[in-house]
């Protein structure tokens, strides 16, 4: 069955990046003059996604207000000719179908998750989580085909140093990773204390999980804190079946926290064929 359908979880309260998402969610900060949440939206469709279910939360209404048509803003934008940008707003959520479910308490990535069990219904999903930034759409792409072809759940991986583990879900291979990055999951572990760690391969924020997860996340019980974490219906599929990760070298950038953030705007800016030179100079003259 074909991957059509992604989750975007973006109900959390983003503390760590107060004060700011005290009144803009994280997921609408602007990479350069594009929120972030679009950028996430553009990787899912380049992988052939085309129903998105945003599961956001009713203290944050203006991520539903990104979706809404503009029409003062684009008469305004029409009758002053700027008709290009007329159009880019126009498109927005044109290309794919987006709902919204909403998630009433921030209760973890799981439970955020299983609120979008009854608009997925049982067919196999990408999850993007909309923190973090995917330099293009080839990791997801790669993810859906091969959750297509194995029938299984599949995880996007990163390599860390060792001493970086403890902080991240790592996954336990069961096999050697093949030229296309692409191994085998025979289980995985929340936060492992450095010598428990079972590989320098954690899971970044890319799942294609296949619908049996909704059930799994039924018995799931909150662990710490009361949050339901979805790495724990992951060990349950993966005990199961199978389940792979997909090893990438493609640009990652984390912009949950201001520091992550601000390399990602830097970066992407610099390769900005509008802005790039011009700010490329005015770095160098501030650096120097
Ligand atoms: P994070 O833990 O990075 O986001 O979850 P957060 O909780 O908003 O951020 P901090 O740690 O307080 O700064 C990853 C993604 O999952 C969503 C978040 O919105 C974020 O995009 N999420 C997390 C939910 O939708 N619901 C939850 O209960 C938890």
Redesign the pocket.
């Known amino acids: 069955m074909q991957v059509r359908a992604a989750v975007i979880?973006?109900?959390?309260?983003?503390?760590?990046?107060l004060p700011a998402t005290k009144a803009v969610p994280?997921?609408l900060l602007p990479i350069i003059d594009t929120p972030a949440l679009q950028l996430i939206i553009d990787e899912a469709v380049g992988a052939g996604i085309d129903r998105i279910v945003i599961?956001t939360s009713p203290s944050k209404p203006s991520i539903e207000a990104y979706f809404e048509p503009s029409d003062e803003v684009l008469s305004k934008l029409r009758s002053t000719g700027r008709h290009a940008l007329a159009k880019r707003l126009e498109a927005i959520g044109r290309d794919v179908q987006v709902t919204f479910v909403h998630?009433h308490a921030?209760?973890?990535?799981g439970?955020?998750v299983a609120c979008a069990a009854d608009v997925i219904g049982d067919e196999p999903f990408a999850v993007l989580?909309?923190?973090e930034l995917m330099g293009d759409s080839s990791l997801l792409d790669q993810m859906a085909r091969l959750c297509e072809s194995t029938g299984g759940s599949v995880v996007g991986l990163k390599r860390v140093p060792m001493q970086e583990v403890s902080a991240y879900g790592v996954i336990d291979p069961s096999t050697e990773m093949d030229a296309s990055g692409v191994v085998q999951i025979r289980t995985m572990v929340e936060k492992p204390a450095i010598e428990d760690a079972p590989s320098d391969l954690i899971i970044i924020g890319r799942y294609v999980l296949t619908p049996d997860v909704f059930a799994e996340l039924e018995h799931v019980q909150p662990g710490s804190g009361g949050e339901i974490q979805l790495t724990d219906a992951l060990r349950a599929q993966a005990a199961k079946g199978p389940f792979h990760g997909v090893l990438s070298n493609i640009a990652r950038y984390d912009t949950?926290t201001p520091l992550g953030w601000l390399s990602a705007v830097v970066n992407i800016a610099l390769d900005d064929p509008a802005i790039g030179e011009e700010f490329g100079r005015f770095l160098r003259s501030r650096v120097s």
Do not use: C, I, S
Not at 9 to 17: E, H, I, S, V
Not at 106 to 109: K, N, Q, R, Y
């Open positions: 979880p973006a109900a959390g309260l983003g503390t760590r990046f994280k997921e599961v998630q921030p209760l973890g990535l439970h955020a989580l909309p923190d949950g």
